[in-house]
């Protein structure tokens, strides 16, 4: 039975894609008597004819990527593209470096490890970037302590 007149009248009707027009397989004979638009029209308000539902992209698979990079996962070097400093450019880089820095600073002096005098020194030599870590800055000032007990 052919039906391609029916369902490209159903199609303008419906707005819809020749695809997405649906004919109920067991009111198939009655369709196929539609000759008019009115009949077609009559078809759909009984529901013998329909349009399907719009088929839309899955994010099942985006969603599952997702949750990987939000464990960690997923950032690799082979993932990586632009030079180290488009991830985390230098400013930001020296910005924790020397927060991190000031704060372990701070701690010695509230701790009076260090007076006043050492601690504007060490700021500076903070600032001028000579310690690479906190573990530099503690090791460089217990040399400077003892340093002074000895001399």
Known sequence: MNLTTQKRLAAEI????????????????????AIT?????????????????????????FKERLAQKEKGRRKGYGRRSGKKGARTPKKEAWMKKVRALRDELRKMKNE????????RKF???IKGNLFH????????????????KDG
């Open 37 to 61: 638009r009115d009949d077609i029209k009559y078809y759909i308000a009984n529901g013998a004819i329909a349009s399907r539902e719009k088929v839309g992209i899955s994010r099942g698979r």
């Open 123 to 125: 700021y500076r030599q």
């Open 133 to 148: 870590s906190r573990r530099h800055l503690r090791e460089h000032t217990e040399k400077e302590i003892e340093g002074q």
């Open 14 to 33: 419906l707005n819809v894609g020749i695809n997405r027009v649906w004919i109920d397989p067991e009111r198939i004979e009655d369709v196929s008597k």
């Open 112 to 119: 009076k490890k260090i007076d006043e005098s050492m601690y």
